[in-house]
């Protein structure tokens, strides 16, 4: 699983010109899910990004987690995350689950965020989403996880 996290202090998903969800203060994750994941998998995203210390304490070092600052997330999912550029000119997106595996994972993604008790936000999984955000910092990640575990 591949996920871009960008800390936030808003951020909102619109589907048909209609706002589906908005966020303040936490962060915005581009989720995508590869064949080869699990449970395992969608339990370490989650636990690395809530706890991952990437928001600014009183000294203003990145000391404090979503968790810590009671933020909020937004999950959106972005199967072109899991494509490869590679080869050629066009992307090749062999490398990203099928939709009917990748949308209950994305799913379960925010549902993890849920159990925690953090507030979340959902795009509309397989919907052309317009995505707006402001990116406090500006922060970006890269999480990664492969048999339960998160990678480099």
């Not at 808003?10 to 994941?37: H, K, M, N, Q």
């Not at 997330?73 to 066009?90: D, E, N």
């Not at 994305?106 to 995505?131: H, I, P, R, S, Y």
Request: proline share 4%; with cysteine; net charge negative.
């Amino acid at each position: 699983m591949r996920t871009v996290i960008q800390r936030v202090s808003e951020a909102s998903v619109e589907v048909d010109g209609t706002r589906v969800a908005e966020i303040a203060t936490g962060l915005l994750a581009f989720v995508a899910v590869v064949p080869s994941d699990t449970e395992a998998d969608v339990a370490a995203t989650v636990d690395k990004i809530a706890h991952l210390r990437i928001f600014p304490d009183e000294d203003g070092r990145m000391n404090r987690s979503l968790i810590d600052i009671e933020g909020e997330i937004l999950v959106v999912s972005q199967f072109t995350l899991a494509g490869s550029v590679r080869r050629g000119r066009r992307p090749s997106f062999s490398g990203a689950a099928d939709p009917d595996f990748a949308e209950p994972m994305v799913c379960d993604v925010a549902a993890g965020f849920v159990a925690l008790g953090l507030g979340v936000g959902t795009g509309v999984f397989g919907a052309k989403m317009g995505v707006a955000l402001v990116n406090d910092g500006p922060v970006t990640f890269v999480v990664e996880t492969a048999y339960g575990a998160v990678v480099d």
